[in-house]
């Protein structure tokens, strides 16, 4: 009865909430600040994207500073990784180390229906807040429902090189826990890792999978290096949780060289796992119960996860070589 009264209301257009692109046009003028999920993933990242001719930097692991701004720019009761990652990101911009109107920032999630699936949209606010709203967003995402970046999207070739680079640095990681708790010389584990981490690193940037494969082998050698003494063995303590925050230093306060420090020898999950199982148990659903899919998307699926089948075969190959891989 009221409408029947009354004018019409007057229909307002909504504006863009994602005014700023990473245009095509990005790509010579920006640098992608990458975060962290841990500081080996990061650097992965940024390599990866690098090969599609976006220029990268991996941002350093963020700690208390990070994790403050996060929790200014970031409402508290969002997922703390999404804290952290926007508050390194906050981080950077705010060290005066990069001008704002050169950087953008290189995100893991496009817009859906989960918190997981929002860090796009609380970056594009916290930016805006802390007032850097010049700063343009890219995600790794196959979508990019809201044109967040359409001077970019990560192709086959790059989502193959990043399944490829995974094993292989959950590996040196691996590695790593295994001799820096019984290190003769301090230092000696975390300096090794970085230099076999270069190897990868290096590799993947200028040769792509085979120069990331020739690469882990050398860095497989490097590691074999490190002087180190296992004959009393330390209690192991497996670490459980949301997997930014058992990777991420940062997030959990160094809880790996705490437990170290304090006689243990830490376990983790390989975060390769925890990344394949998206596209595994989708393929999984489309070929057991035959669970209807576009046709790009089926190849796409069955595509991503036998390529992480051939580089989990490829680094457990050359893994096999050092001998703490094969207990």
């Known amino acids: 009865m009221r409408r029947r009264k009354e004018s019409r209301p007057k229909i307002h257009s909504l504006s863009d909430p994602y005014p700023v692109k990473y245009t095509k046009q990005s790509r010579k003028e920006k640098i992608a600040l990458i975060p962290n999920t841990s500081h080996a993933f990061s650097r992965l990242m940024a390599a990866a994207f690098a090969g599609q001719g976006v220029r990268t930097e991996s941002l350093a692991v963020g700690r208390e500073e990070a994790i403050r701004l996060g929790k200014q720019y970031v409402h508290n009761d969002i997922c703390f990784p999404a804290q952290i990652v926007i508050g390194e990101a906050l981080a950077a911009l705010k060290s005066g180390k990069y001008d704002g109107d050169e950087v953008a920032i290189g995100m893991g999630k ?54 490829f680079g995974l094993p292989m640095i959950d590996v040196l990681e691996e590695l790593l826990r295994k001799i820096r708790p019984y290190e003769k010389e301090k230092g000696s584990a975390d300096q090794a890792f970085e230099k076999a981490l270069d190897e990868v690193i290096r590799g993947l940037e200028r040769r792509g999978i085979s120069g990331a494969r020739k690469g882990f082998e050398k860095a497989i050698e490097i590691m074999k290096d490190i002087p180190y003494d296992r004959s009393e063995k330390r209690p192991q303590v497996l670490i459980v949780g949301e997997y ?10 160094d809880i790996e060289a705490y437990l ?28 057991e119960y035959r669970l209807k899919k576009p046709l790009a998307d089926k190849v796409w699926l069955r595509t991503a996860n036998q390529a992480f089948e051939i580089a989990h075969d490829v680094t457990d190959k050359i893994a096999a070589r050092h001998p703490l891989l094969l207990m």
């Open 244 to 253: 930014l925050l058992n990777f991420h230093p940062g997030a959990n306060h």
């Open 110 to 163: 496009y817009v859906g229906d989960c918190r997981l699936t929002h860090y796009s949209a609380l970056l594009r606010k916290a930016l805006d807040d802390a007032g850097y709203p010049q700063v343009p967003i890219l995600t790794n995402d196959d979508k990019d429902s809201h044109k967040l970046h359409p001077g970019f999207h990560m192709n086959l070739f790059t989502a193959v090189k990043i399944a």
């Open 260 to 287: 170290e420090k304090n006689g243990f020898e830490i376990i983790e999950a390989r975060m390769t796992d925890v990344i394949r199982k998206t596209y595994f148990y989708q393929y999984t659903q489309i070929r």
